[in-house]
C-alpha cells in the first residue's frame, strides 16, 4: 500500500516536496515511481528511481526543477519540487513495481494522489 503527501498550494517559483510511504518489505525491491494528471489530460510519468537509487529518471519538463530519491530503512521517496510552474498543477500520484521501462506504464501498484496547485 502506497500514501502519497505534501500536496497543496504554492505560488509560482516555490517549491514542495512530495513523500510517499509504503507498507510491507517489497518496498526496496521496486523501482518507484511519481506520475501526474492534470484535468481532462491522462496520465504523465514525472520521475523514477530504480531500487537503489543508484538511476533516475525524469520527464523532460521536469529536468533540473525536480529530484527524486529514495529512503529504502523508511519504506519512502521522495519528489523535491523547486521553481514549480503553474503548468504543474496537476493530481500526483506514487508508483511502485515498473515493467521494462520505468518511465512508461504500466506499474504494479499505486497510491492516491495529492494535489499540487501552482499559481500564477
Known amino acids: 500500500q502506497l500514501q502519497a503527501s505534501g500536496g497543496g498550494l504554492v505560488q509560482a517559483g516555490g517549491s514542495l516536496r512530495l513523500s510517499c510511504a509504503a507498507s510491507g518489505h517489497a518496498f526496496r525491491s521496486y523501482t518507484m515511481a511519481w506520475f501526474s494528471q492534470a484535468p481532462g489530460k491522462e496520465r504523465e510519468f514525472v520521475a523514477a528511481?530504480?531500487?537503489?537509487?543508484?538511476?533516475?529518471y525524469y520527464a523532460d519538463s521536469v529536468k533540473g526543477r525536480f529530484t527524486i530519491s529514495r529512503d529504502n530503512s523508511k519504506n519512502t521517496v521522495y519528489l523535491q519540487m523547486n521553481n514549480l510552474k503553474p503548468e504543474d498543477t496537476a493530481l500526483y500520484y506514487c508508483?511502485?513495481?515498473?515493467?521494462?521501462?520505468?518511465?512508461?506504464?504500466?506499474?504494479?501498484?499505486w497510491g492516491r494522489g495529492t494535489q499540487v496547485t501552482v499559481s500564477s
Open positions: 508508483a511502485g513495481q515498473a515493467g521494462r521501462d520505468p518511465t512508461r506504464l504500466p506499474y504494479g501498484y
Open positions: 528511481i530504480r531500487q537503489t537509487g543508484g538511476s533516475t
